[in-house]
């Protein structure tokens, strides 16, 4: 008998920086907060789309392009994207990988981000800038999940990759990848202090 593992669903993790990486990270924490006080545009925006939060999403979504600390954070993920898509045997030639969103998100106590997906980009991730103990992973869900219509529930002690969501712990100086049509959600922070992260999608031109 043989049984294959096939149409796998990679995500990847890693530390930003293998050592060094808290000056960056504490400067990028310090402007996400300037962001958001400065961004009346994206509180309106989150007060109706993202309630208790704040994303610059609608407002500023490419802050690699105006911040130069958002812009070190890019040429320090571009390696991590370049590997993960060696992994997935991307044929990348004549066309690049390139960052084309960076945002911001703070979620305080109770806020949730729903379920969705990242339309029209190729690589997705999050790098997590501050997690308070307590704080909300990432949670992942199978993508065949729709059409299991008559499957049975998963083992509760099931392998990670029999269960129909999985959740990514959340670590403050560390980032997770996905490929963009991975659909998943944060679930509401029950921490006491502000959950943030910093959202980007790159693209194959």
Known sequence: MTIRALFPTHVYTAKLQPRG??????????????????????????????????????????????????????????????????????????????????WVNIMPRGVTHGLHLHPLSTISGTFYVDTPRGSPGLKLEDPRLERMMAAPPRLANARADRQPWVVIPAAAGSVVLFESWLRHEVPANPARTERMSISFNYSWF
């Not at 070190?72 to 590997?83: A, C, F, N, P, T």
């Open 21 to 102: 990486g808290r000056a960056l990270t504490e400067r990028l924490k310090h402007e996400c907060r300037q962001l958001r006080a400065d961004d009346p545009a994206g509180r309106r925006w989150s007060q109706a789309n993202y309630p208790g939060g704040y994303t610059s999403y609608s407002s500023a979504s490419r802050m690699h392009t105006v911040s130069p600390t958002f812009a070190r954070l890019e040429q320090q993920l571009d390696r991590h994207v370049l590997g993960f898509a060696r992994s997935l045997a991307f044929d990348l030639a004549g066309r690049s990988l390139a960052m084309t969103d960076c």
